[in-house]
Structure formats: C-alpha cells, structure tokens
C-alpha cells in the first residue's frame, strides 16, 4: 500500500474521532443544561396533598385475635384494609377470652389510634399506650370477646 494511501486513510479516520468527540461534548453540555433547567420546578407543599387515596394509612398495624373464636383476626384484617389501614400482622394473641377488644399505641400517637379506634366503634377508653418501638408497628387491635359489638362485626357489608 502507498504511503501517502496510508496517511490519508490515518487523516480521515482522526477527523472522524475528532467529529465525534465534538458531537458526544455538546450532547453532553446540553443535556447537563436541561436537566438544570428542569430542576428548578415550582416547589410547592405537599403537606396537605394525600400521596394515596388511602387517608387512614397508618404505618404499620397488627391484628391479634384474643377468643376462641376462628377467622375473626382475619375478617378484622379485611374490614381495617377496606377503610384504608396498612394491616401488616394478624394471628393469635397468648391469651385467650380477653373481655374487651383494645388499641394499643405502639409509637405515642394518640391522634393515629384515635382515628383506628374510632373506625373500629371502639370508645377512647379502651386505648392503651404501650410504646414498643422495636416491633416497628404503629398500633395493634387485640380482639376480644366483645367482637360482635364492634363496627367490623355488626355493619352490613356492602
């Protein structure tokens, strides 16, 4: 092959590199430009938008069943879900035949187990405060034997 062949061959393949390093900067320029551009959006409050259409998401709740009574925990579990609440747990509680069916706070939020106990027919009395924050839950519902008197067990469903 002639040298001089060889050397314009070796010229146009620089030219070409050269053509692409230009290309490949200025896309990269740009883009670095737009994405500044569309990162500086209106920042507006969220706070009051609802992120779900779920407003009684609770962060994590367990449903604990305290008769001898079979598939109450679960039909709980599908009632608080219908309504809006993240059940989590459910099952048997250690004891059995507890009278009345409790809230317990898991995290110090009254508000929150307020607003489960309310959904649930529970009066606030029956709210009790255990904070235990390595079972990382917000509250748990303990059903008891006065389960039929409670929202989940006496509504009609629809």
């Known amino acids: 092959m002639n040298k001089t062949l060889l050397n314009y061959i ?16 200025y896309s990269l320029i740009t883009n670095a430009s737009r994405s500044k551009n569309q990162n500086k959006k209106e920042i507006t ?3 009051k938008t609802p992120i779900t259409n779920q407003p009684n998401l609770m962060s994590q709740i367990d449903v604990q069943n305290a008769t001898n009574e079979s598939g109450i925990a679960l039909k709980m579990t599908e009632y608080l879900r219908s309504k809006g609440f993240d059940v989590v747990e459910m099952g048997n ?3 059995k035949d507890l009278e009345n069916t409790t809230v317990i706070d898991r995290k110090g939020d009254r508000k929150a187990a307020e ?24 509250a748990t519902v303990v059903i ?15």
């Open 10 to 25: 070796l010229n146009g393949f620089i030219i070409l590199l050269l053509g692409l390093i230009v290309y490949l900067s």
């Open 45 to 47: 409050d969220t706070s």
């Open 93 to 95: 509680n250690k004891i």
């Open 115 to 138: 607003r489960l106990a309310h959904t649930l027919g529970i009066p606030d009395k029956k709210i009790i405060q255990q904070i235990n924050t390595s079972l990382y839950l917000e």
């Open 144 to 158: 008891g034997k006065d389960y039929k008197d409670i929202k989940p067990f006496n509504e009609k469903q629809k």
